[in-house]
């Protein structure tokens, strides 16, 4: 099962553990995330066409895994150093969304996202900046991020 986007994303955020103050699954589809009172999702600012995320199953014996990789882009008058110099270090979730404007949310706390971050560019090329690779084994599918959370039983 592949969870592509052929209509592109436009948008990525990034919200550190230590920034969450809940993440809770609402079903098999869906997920509800707050960040600590003070935090916020950083946003990416990645280049218009650069992100691409791609989610394939795969079955094995323990049961079925996730293997996310995806990527991004961010040209050099836009990058947030805070949010670099955390990414490579410090656990964290990703929301990306689409054209329709659906925001899913992948990574948790016990099959976490990784990510490579190479600079790209000189004074002569036409971009300058930040390409980031993003990959892990998730134990869920990326979940479609809900606005609210559900009502208690």
Known sequence: MSTENMGGYIAAEILFYDDVKVATPLSDDTIYVQPKDGCSWYKANATPGSINISCESEHTTSGTLYNFEGGLRIALPHVN???????EFE????????????AKVAGTKSSMLTATIVEE???ASSFRGYAIGLMGRLLCKPLTLSTAIASPL
Do not use: E, I, M
Not at 81 to 87: D, E, K, T
Not at 91 to 102: I, R
């Open 121 to 123: 560019g000189d004074s």
């Open 81 to 87: 150093q805070r949010l670099l110099n955390r990414l």
């Open 91 to 102: 656990p964290f979730l990703l929301k990306y969304t689409d054209a329709h404007g659906v």
